[in-house]
């Protein structure tokens, strides 16, 4: 692999012990992946936050690193909201340990900013290059905006942000990122919800695993649905990039010769099969965290109305911070809206049994991450399930 001068002077130990350990990493990295060489990124975004998923090994080994990140670099969602994690019910050891996690990650020079939607707090453009960790954060960043990053791991994505670069192999290249089977949707989407494409996403996933998809017949999709579709098809599958034909920037711009792909069929009733009534305990939306856009829904919908059950709401603390008055009218509701976390890496939501949810990402991940049967359902069905 080809390193740059000063690379060479931090991979000799002369610009300190953690830098040095940090471009070790990246070095086996990119030799495992045949990368040629490193790519400087625009930013880098970390997992490994909550306490609930790093532990007290992790912690430990976060303590030992003495170093600076070098790029614009944020945290994913850690286990509780920092400024109430009382009023949402954590308890004071777990408290006291998730904040030795992001001390620790603040001494490296990380935002604290603890969202899977950095594309909302910061500019990320077509064409950037990006150490991003999140698996919903790298599809967005890859399918929606155009941008450039491989899925990294915890570790990897914190070295990256120490040395500003990343090896330069995967979806950093164009010859990884052609589609390599075609998901041909047979439905009318033009009135589908952001659960729909969730539900779709879920369904998706499982078919084309870690396969690029180009999605022909999804109409009028919006990056929230995009959103949606893409953080599903990551957990169900492990799909970091797909395009949408006529809607996803490279679909628009890249010739691609889609000629002998295989071609799989969705239909209709796969879908609404996905949509189950049954009973639940709480009702939790944002995961990806909410838009502005979202949270406007929400408000609208509980406007003049009262929770009855318990109704989390998850957000950036930029976005919640840019659109206070519209998280004050979702919470007089008695609904609440957390910073910093979600429901599937708080604690908290391991006391319910059974979680309704508008994600197919929560669909996915909620059964094993919070012990709890998830149901998927509109936001017009979360409010009503929560109200009535």
Request: hydrophobic letters at 45%; a negative charge; proline letters at 5%.
């Amino acid at each position: 692999m080809y390193l740059d001068p000063e690379d060479e002077q931090v991979l000799a130990g002369e610009l300190g012990e953690t830098r040095q350990k940090m471009l070790e990493l990246l070095v086996a990295l990119g030799k495992v992946f045949g990368a040629e060489k490193l790519v400087p990124i625009r930013s880098a975004q970390v997992s490994g936050a909550s306490y609930k998923t790093i532990g007290e090994y992790g912690l430990a080994w976060l303590s030992t690193l003495d170093a600076k990140a070098v790029v614009p670099a944020v945290l994913n969602p850690i286990g509780m909201p920092r400024g109430r994690w009382q009023e949402m019910g954590i308890s004071e050891d777990f408290a006291r340990n998730q904040n030795a996690v992001v001390a620790a990650y603040e001494r490296l020079g990380i935002g604290l900013e603890c969202t899977c939607t950095p594309y909302y707090l910061r500019e990320t453009s077509y064409g950037d290059h990006l150490a991003w960790s999140e698996s919903s954060a790298v599809s967005y960043a890859n399918s929606v905006i155009g941008a450039r990053t491989n899925r990294e791991g915890g570790p990897g994505a914190l070295a990256a942000a120490i040395i500003g670069k990343t090896p330069c192999y995967g979806f950093h290249l164009d010859e990884h990122r052609k589609p390599q089977v075609i998901v041909r949707v047979q439905a009318d989407t033009r009135d589908w919800s952001i659960a729909h494409f969730g539900a779709l996403g879920y369904h998706t996933g499982k078919l084309v695993g870690n396969r690029i998809p180009f999605f022909s017949g999804l109409e009028a999709a919006h990056p929230d649905q995009l959103k949606g579709l893409g953080a599903a098809m990551a957990a169900t599958g492990a799909v970091a990039l797909y395009h949408v034909e006529g809607v996803t920037p490279e679909a628009v711009k890249v010739p691609f010769d889609l000629s002998g792909l295989e071609v799989i069929t969705v239909e209709t009733d796969e879908i609404e099969a996905l949509f189950r009534h049954m009973p639940v305990d709480v009702v939790a939306v944002g995961c990806p965290h909410c838009s502005p856009r979202e949270l406007e829904e929400i408000a609208r919908l509980l406007k003049g109305k009262l929770v009855l059950k318990p109704f989390y709401v998850f957000a950036a603390q930029g976005v919640i911070g840019k659109n206070q008055r519209t998280v004050d009218a979702i919470e007089k509701s008695g609904a609440r809206v957390f910073a910093d976390t979600c429901m599937v890496v708080s604690p908290v939501m391991e006391q319910y049994s059974a979680i309704m949810v508008n994600s197919g990402k929560a669909l996915a991940y909620v059964p094993d991450m919070c012990a709890a049967v998830a149901r998927i359902g509109t936001i017009e069905d979360c409010v009503k399930v929560a109200t009535e």
